[in-house]
């Protein structure tokens, strides 16, 4: 016959597991600290209800006749076994793992799933008084006949323990597993995942993980290499290359002064030789823009020097420009854009107006609060342009083949706002500023293009001055000029 009093004391044991469940939903996962100690609690109040009414854990129901009580006291006896496996798994967890850290989250379910294997046979030895030892015997068998058959999930299992023990990565760094690069975005107990660039996720099994060649980009986090690779025609001399991509180089603020960068020859056939230009930045979402850039200030420095980029068979066939006969002075006037409003015949009587001005390294160009008697454009050479910030004179960008200067002057006899020194050797071509002006008076597109370029020049010497330090966009002046 069924005692009220124990069944009604069993169903609150229920009940006190279905509290637990609930609040351990509800709490903020923030919270671990109130969660464990709550859980905790649950589960010494749900030991003493079910002592007090005479189930033990440690041995089988005590109501052998009564087919309800016997039922509902094993059910609540197996139970308080898998309740405590999975309060000690979370008090074990809240001690000894940092949550912050991903890798803990691999340990936690091997720590968990063994903490489990061991309630369960116990509660199978204890409650329900199965025999334990043949049950891991037969176990050990089936286990070996598993092991046989995944063996390549055991083996990522294996792998991704040591992966998270000795971490050549981490969540949110940037690596490349063999040829697959992207943004590592989980590392569980199977595989690694990775965020491509094209947006597409790859998941890398831990065995293969563990035996590639990994390269992580997001190490040392402080100092990260960009490298661009070109092709030059094989006839042209190496030097020449070489000194033309040094130019190249410094010819941006974004590669770190720290450490040197390099232009060297990769490879070489008989048709051209690969160069390498290799330096490095600060940051490694600065990658993609600083590549992007170093590319273009490769093009405009080889052109400055008469050098055309690929291979032989492609250098064969010269530019059209350049197959018209027209100097560099021409040239520059032609890929200008302040100067595409000219006619083609204006642009001639510029070309052969224009005086070339040869200036050594470190020399200054045109001084702060200077007014310049004419407009120069940089032919080859890298030129820094420094403003003043009440104090000191603070570099804002750096100019090369292409772009102007001197055009406050030629405006309104305004001061130059700004210092234009040499960091290497640089020739330029002046043009007067009678011979300009002439020009101004006959095209107003063409002041109000120089208008436009001091502005974006004013405001860039605004930005540094009230955000102190600013990441100055490199090489806008040149990209303003030569957009279409």
């Known amino acids: 016959m069924i005692e009220i009093p124990q069944l009604f004391t069993l169903i609150a044991g229920f009940m006190l597991l279905a509290l637990d469940l609930l609040v351990w939903h509800f709490t903020p996962s923030v919270r671990i600290l109130q969660r464990t100690l709550v859980r905790v609690a649950i589960f010494l109040l749900f030991s003493w209800l079910i002592i007090a009414v005479g189930v033990s854990p440690l041995q089988p129901s005590p109501w052998p006749d009564d087919v309800a009580l016997n039922m509902l006291s094993t059910v609540l006896a197996v139970l308080w076994w898998f309740f405590a496996a999975r309060t000690l798994t ?83 760094d940037y690596v490349q597993i063999d040829s697959i690069e992207g943004r590592v975005v989980d590392i569980d107990w199977r595989a690694t995942h990775l965020m491509t660039s094209l947006g597409s996720m790859a998941v890398i099994p831990n065995a293969i993980v563990a035996n590639a060649k990994v390269l992580n980009f997001s190490r040392p986090v402080d100092v990260h290499g960009v490298s661009v690779t070109l092709q030059v025609p094989a006839q042209i001399r190496p030097g020449r290359v070489i000194e033309a991509l ?44 600083v590549c992007n850039q170093l590319f273009d200030l490769a093009h405009r420095h080889l052109e400055a020097a008469g050098i055309k980029l690929g291979n032989g068979s492609q250098a064969a066939a010269a530019p059209g420009n350049v197959a018209q ?66 104090e000191r004179l603070l570099e804002a960008t750096r100019m090369g083949p292409g772009e102007v200067l001197g055009e406050e002057g030629i405006l309104a006899d305004a001061r130059s706002r700004g210092q234009f020194r040499c960091i290497t050797g640089c020739v330029l071509f002046r043009i007067d500023k009678a011979m300009l002006r002439t020009h101004l008076e006959a095209s107003g597109e063409l002041k109000a ?6 502005l974006f020049r004013q405001g860039v010497r605004q930005s540094l001055l009230l955000q102190k330090p600013v990441e100055i966009k490199k090489g806008g002046f040149l990209r303003w000029l030569k957009s279409a």
């Open 90 to 172: 979370v008090v074990l967890s809240s001690m000894f793992f940092n949550r912050g850290e991903h890798s803990a989250r691999l340990f936690q379910d091997i720590m968990g799933a063994g903490i489990f294997l061991i309630a369960i046979a116990a509660a199978a030895g204890y409650v329900m008084q199965l025999p334990v030892k043949g049950l891991l015997a037969t176990s050990g068998g089936m286990a070996i006949v598993g092991g046989l058959a995944l063996r390549s999930t055991l083996s990522d299992l294996f792998s991704g323990i040591v992966l998270n023990t000795t971490k050549p990565y981490q969540v949110d």
């Open 246 to 289: 040094e130019r190249a180089l410094q010819g941006t603020r974004q590669l770190l002064g720290t450490h040197s960068a390099k232009a060297s020859v990769k490879s070489s056939t008989t048709d051209y030789i690969e160069y390498e230009m290799r330096g490095f930045i600060a940051s490694l979402s600065q990658r993609t823009e």
């Open 325 to 390: 006969g027209w100097s560099r002075q021409r040239l520059l006037l032609e890929d200008v854009k302040i100067f595409r409003s000219l006619s083609s015949v204006q642009r001639d009587q510029l070309a052969e107006a224009m005086r070339v001005v040869e200036c050594h390294a470190d020399q200054v160009v045109l001084e702060y609060e200077e007014v310049s008697d004419c407009l120069m454009i940089i032919s080859t050479g890298v030129i820094s342009l420094a403003v003043h910030d009440g």
């Open 449 to 454: 293009a120089l208008n436009k370029l001091q």
